[in-house]
T-cell receptor
Framework: KQEVTQIPAALSVPEGENLVLNCSFT??????LQWFRQDPGKGLTSLLL?????REQTSGRLNASLDKSSGRSTLYIAASQPGDSATYLC?????????FGPGTRLSVLP | DAGVIQSPRHEVTEMGQEVTLRCKPI?????LFWYRQTMMRGLELLIY????????DSGMPEDRFSAKMPNASFSTLKIQPSEPRDSAVYFC???????????????FGPGTRLTVL
């Protein structure tokens, strides 16, 4: 059974810092990995999708990498801003079955 | 594009009552998912449909839960009778099912916060 973990569970950084969020999964037979952002009381917003054949994807200040063989993905956020404060979740896909991690709660302090 | 639409956004009901949650997927998407999110268990897949057909309902907790998708633009999740432990946020998501699963990207609605007293 696929298990997805995210470390750290919570992170607090001063504005302007670069930071890395981690996602680990136990079964490497995945089709893709997706990073989401969830604001309090809101739904999940898709940030980046990395296909299993890809190593990384970039969108603005966000860069996500995938090492399928070792079961790891990282989300790099450059020059963090208070507006980046949210919970970040990763999800791996086995076809149409998506398994989510518990999330990392990020606080960026002004 | 309006995105995935869910209603109601908040629902407060008493134990034993029937609850119906509604979802309209993104136009053109042919797969729809229902999830439940709690602090203790995180985000759990309950059921998903491809082309209006239920494919995997193994996540539905018990017979009190049922889901339907009568057409491509509407789905319901019903709980009857509701219990306090059903209190959670219920999300609907949709995507366009590609032959290559690597391209499947999910899009979520805003969720329905259910409180059962």
């Amino acid at each position: 059974k696929q298990e997805v973990t995210q470390i750290p569970a919570a992170l607090s950084v001063p504005e302007g810092e670069n930071l890395v969020l981690n996602c680990s999964f136990t079964d490497s037979a995945i089709y893709n990995l997706q990073w989401f952002r969830q604001d309090p009381g809101k739904g999940l917003t898709s940030l980046l999708l990395i296909q299993s054949s890809q190593r990384e994807q970039t969108s603005g200040r966000l860069n996500a990498s995938l090492d399928k063989s070792s079961g790891r993905s990282t989300l790099y956020i450059a020059a963090s801003q208070p507006g980046d404060s949210a919970t970040y979740l990763c999800a791996v896909s086995h076809g149409q079955n998506f398994v989510f991690g518990p999330g990392t709660r990020l606080s960026v302090l002004p | 594009d309006a995105g995935v639409i869910q209603s109601p956004r908040h629902e407060v009901t008493e134990m034993g009552q029937e609850v119906t949650l509604r979802c309209k997927p993104i136009s053109g998407h042919n797969s729809l998912f229902w999830y439940r999110q709690t602090m203790m268990r995180g985000l759990e897949l309950l059921i998903y449909f491809n082309n209006n057909v239920p494919i995997d309902d193994s996540g539905m907790p018990e017979d009190r839960f049922s889901a339907k998708m009568p057409n491509a633009s509407f789905s319901t999740l019903k709980i009857q009778p509701s219990e306090p432990r059903d209190s959670a946020v219920y999300f609907c998501a949709s995507n366009h099912l590609h032959r290559d699963y690597a391209y499947n990207e999910q899009f979520f609605g805003p969720g329905t916060r259910l409180t059962v007293l």
